[in-house]
């Protein structure tokens, strides 16, 4: 499968990303109460499939109840481009909302029952498995 580097940003543009994906990917919209509040659509990917190409001094974050989620957001717009998702903390969630105008991958959107996450969660650890070391990175 051909992968190739796909960029975007917060709603400002200060911060800025790129993250390596097939033409196609399949995507998570979550119905927990964080997602379902911002409408974060979860492409999760291997960390070393993820580059912060600019704005790590503009990302503030958040975390909730375990603290093992590390919600990023940016500091001037309040945008939420990627974050370390708590079921994959050897990843990165991508939101593919964020991808900049044509260049986000074509994108199958499947519903996950985050408000059920204890039960769910183990459905989403293959994502954060990185091919180019095959195994978690």
């Known amino acids: 499968m051909v992968k190739t580097w796909r960029t975007g940003s917060c709603h400002c543009g200060d911060v800025r990303f790129e993250v ?3 033409d196609t990917a399949e995507v998570e919209a979550c119905n927990c109460s964080m ?11 291997p960390q070393d499939h993820f580059r912060l190409l600019a704005g790590a001094e503009c990302l503030t974050s958040y975390r909730f109840n375990t603290g ?12 939420k481009p990627f974050y370390t998702p708590r079921s994959n903390p ?10 900049d105008p ?3 991958p074509d ?17 989403l650890a293959h994502k954060s498995v990185s091919p180019l070391k095959g195994k978690h990175p």
């Open 102 to 104: 044509g260049k986000a």
């Open 35 to 45: 997602c379902a509040r911002t409408g974060f659509v979860h492409l999760i990917v």
């Open 90 to 99: 050897d990843g990165i969630s991508v939101n593919a909302n964020c991808f």
């Open 68 to 79: 093992v989620a590390n919600h990023t957001f940016c500091s001037r717009c309040g945008v």
């Open 107 to 123: 994108l199958t959107i499947v519903p996950f029952d985050g408000q059920n996450w204890e039960a769910n969660a183990a459905k």
């Open 20 to 22: 390596l994906c097939a």
